[in-house]
Nanobody
Framework: QVQLVESGGGLVQAGDSLKLSCAASGGPINLYTMGWFRQTPGKEREFVAG????????NYADAVKGRFTISRESTRDILYLELNSLKPEDTATYYC???????????????????WGQGTQVTVSS
């Protein structure tokens, strides 16, 4: 069973940057599609960014394109999300997700991912 643990969240000012990490245990993640989602109270979990098993394809939500960057370090089983030019509306709990089945298109629906971390809180003050 794969376990995912997010870290790197915190309280920052608008315009600042953060780098989130997702450490995987229980097996290598280099053959899996992975992604980041975020959720705020009263709202459904929304897709932020995803990356294919080989890192050749990425996908980003329109709200974060040009500001966030997803990457993975397969040799250490770590997924990253670099958040730049943060805005108050980026405030949310950010979750790391993993999909076991290989796909060409990166899923953007939460139900397509079978493994989740507990989340890390990102708070951006105005």
């Amino acid at each position: 069973q794969v376990q995912l643990v997010e870290s790197g969240g915190g309280l920052v000012q608008a315009g600042d940057s953060l780098k989130l990490s997702c450490a995987a245990s229980g097996g290598p993640i280099n053959l899996y599609t992975m992604g980041w989602f975020r959720q705020t109270p009263g709202k459904e979990r929304e897709f932020v960014a995803g990356i294919t098993w080989n890192g050749e394809r990425t996908n980003y939500a329109d709200a974060v394109k040009g500001r966030f960057t997803i990457s993975r370090e397969s040799t250490r089983d770590i997924l990253y999300l670099e958040l730049n030019s943060l805005k108050p509306e980026d405030t949310a709990t950010y979750y790391c997700a993993l999909r076991r089945n290989l796909v060409v298109e990166i899923p953007i629906v939460p139900n397509e991912y079978g493994y989740w971390g507990q989340g890390t809180q990102v708070t951006v003050s105005s």
